[in-house]
């Protein structure tokens, strides 16, 4: 009997100090990234920079500037941006049938939120324009505008050829 006890006072003794020993390095293990920048902080990075050529499909290739940050004007469309950041973007045609560029579909979000397009052409930022189309072999400049926060921001951009198309592309990933 005593032994049976002697037994069962080590495993507890036991227990207590493998649950002490497994709290410390629970307590010093990292919270779970809470937001889309640390999380791309923490996976080492951005995926896509500024001047990389990204094929979208359909034979197009987008080409997008490291981000320029400025003052919104107040002609700016929407009001009220305290912050933007611009990119100069080239779409090149080299499918096997024209297309029309204003069809292509950015879509942006600055620290995990969706953020709206800013037009101001007062600083050059127009959007998307023209109603032409791009024959093959043929490529189109324009420049673009995304509100975000003070600070730094991560800025991720999607884009689809068309609206209605597969999924879409990343075509830019990186802090601002």
Not at 45 to 68: C, D, F, I, Y
Not at 167 to 176: L, M, R, W, Y
Request: charged share 15%; proline share 9%.
């Amino acid at each position: 009997m005593k032994l049976a006890r002697l037994t069962a006072a080590c495993a507890s003794v036991l227990v207590v100090v493998a649950g002490c020993a497994g709290a410390e390095q629970t307590a010093a293990v990292a919270p779970p990234p809470t937001t889309l920048s640390e999380k791309a902080l923490r996976s080492g990075g951005p995926s896509v920079r500024g001047g990389e050529r990204t094929p979208l499909g359909q034979g197009l290739v987008l080409t997008v500037s490291a981000p320029k940050s400025f003052t919104p004007t107040g002609s700016a469309s929407p009001p009220g941006a305290a912050r933007a950041v611009g990119f100069d973007m080239t779409v090149e045609n080299d499918g096997q049938t024209s297309y029309k560029p204003a069809l292509l579909a950015l879509e942006a979000r600055s620290d995990g939120r969706a953020t709206q397009q800013v037009i101001d052409t007062t600083a050059g930022y127009t959007g998307v324009a023209g109603g032409g189309e791009l024959r093959p072999g043929e490529s189109a400049h324009f420049s673009v505008a995304f509100a975000v926060p003070q600070g730094k921001a991560w800025v991720h951009i999607d884009a689809r050829p068309d609206p209605s198309s597969s999924p879409a592309v990343t075509v830019f990933s990186e802090t601002t």
